[in-house]
């Protein structure tokens, strides 16, 4: 029933109507992580596009994924539930499972950014990145086999990471540019994605191999305009084997869009 | 059944089994914030308190809220539902009603802290500040009437922030010490309450008269130590009337015990 989306995260992400609050879809191959498991920003948007159907507000504003299990390509159900239609936002959760056994588990707030009228106060500037043609694609340097969403999202960096040339050099910050690369345009839900496509930053500090995310929060602070995404992404503290990534995603404009954290913690 | 609770926190996000998964409580005038309401912490914390009856692991490690509506004090509910009990992790959410309609929504997961025994890498410092005596109480300066949760917890600043005098100074960074009044020594659930204990710095901005929380997400880094805690806040970012407040707390041996980040709406 998605065969015909012109972009593969429409087409990836869509599910099927099994029933009130029950749907359907197959975890694509196209979205797997370093480690052939599949993304967990792709699940979250997979939840949030179910969930979106039922939720008359158009622009996602908040969302929490608690993850249980990692998860293989292949048949998935997502169950909803409805906790608050109001007038200026709504709540509601979605569960992903496969084979009867829970993946992952989501709150989100959607509300309509457009009527959003408060004050402004900005107290940070976006990314200072030289034009992405200036920039280095890393996947020049090396693709991970196993990561099929080295496919779907590009990047473009003023240095490559150490850790891509396997030597890490201690930093635990960076800033780059992202896009999916069929030029699908973001939107709040692909910005649920977005802030989990990029290699983790801890990468770099060189004593961790790989990490699996524990929760995730992503907060959506204006609809993004088309084109190159600045982000930043930082590690400040990686304690007993629990770290935290603070992911920033400003738009083409220069505008804020989206700020998320997660947890994580060494397999 | 909880009024012998030596400790204020302990006695009012205690609640009662009513049968599978449902507990009832009190929600306490004492934990009330500016405007009259009850604190979003001190829900938290009694959802937590409720969830952790029913997971074996003794430590909070992340909880994510989405606050529905706002509550006054009164008979309330708590309804748990456990979506993973695993070796290392477990996850549960918590919903909280007053008169069946539905306060906040909690998704929580817990771990043994004492247990974590991966590499360790800091990139940041805790507050560097006058000790305790030798800081100011803002209660002192100003007590807010409707606001009893600033009889439970108490704080020391080396500057009192310029809103506590009405004259706010456009600052919206500030780092503080904060402890349980009455002694209570902090644990993991404790200090989800006590990351959204303290006035908003957004105050400070001055264009703020207030602000109500959609989504809080706090983890837990480490079981902090007895003592005075040392706190940073930051909002960087008031857009439309909906800002972030990002709160550490470390504790009196300059271990980061819990981050949390906060989006609220100006109502």
């Not at 879809?25 to 920003?41: I, K, M, P, T």
């Not at 998860?71 to 906790?83: E, L, Q, S, V």
């Not at 983790?200 to 524990?214: H, K």
Request: hydrophobic share 40%; aromatic share 8%.
């Amino acid at each position: 029933m998605t065969t015909t989306a012109r972009y593969a995260f429409d087409a990836d992400t869509a599910s099927t109507r099994l029933g009130e609050h029950q749907y359907g879809l197959e975890l694509s191959q196209r979205w797997r992580a370093l480690g052939g498991h599949v993304n967990g920003g792709y699940l979250i948007a997979a939840c949030l596009q179910a969930l979106h159907q039922e939720i008359p507000h158009p622009d996602l504003l908040a969302a929490s994924a608690h993850y249980l299990r990692p998860a293989m390509p292949g048949p998935a159900r997502i169950h909803t539930d409805i906790a608050r239609i109001g007038r200026r936002t709504a709540t509601g959760q979605a569960r992903l499972t496969r084979d009867d056994r829970e993946i992952l588990r989501v709150l989100a707030t959607f509300t309509d950014l457009a009527t959003a009228d408060g004050p402004t106060v900005l107290r940070d500037d976006p990314p200072v990145l030289p034009p992405p043609e200036r920039c280095f694609d890393p996947m020049a340097v090396l693709r991970p086999p196993e990561a099929s969403i080295a496919d779907q999202v590009e990047f473009r960096m003023p240095q490559i990471p150490g850790f891509w040339h396997g030597t890490p050099t201690g930093a635990s910050f960076d800033e780059f540019w992202m896009r999916f690369t069929d030029g699908r345009p973001a939107d709040p839900i692909a910005l649920a994605l977005l802030v989990d496509a990029a290699a983790p930053v801890v990468l770099d500090l060189g004593v961790v191999p790989a990490s699996a995310t524990v929760e995730l929060t992503v907060h959506i602070r204006n609809r993004p305009a088309p084109g190159w995404l600045a982000c930043r992404v930082a590690t400040r503290f990686l304690i007993d084997g629990f770290h935290e990534e603070d992911f920033e995603i400003w738009d083409s404009m220069g505008t804020l869009v989206a700020q998320s954290r997660q947890l994580s913690v060494i397999p």
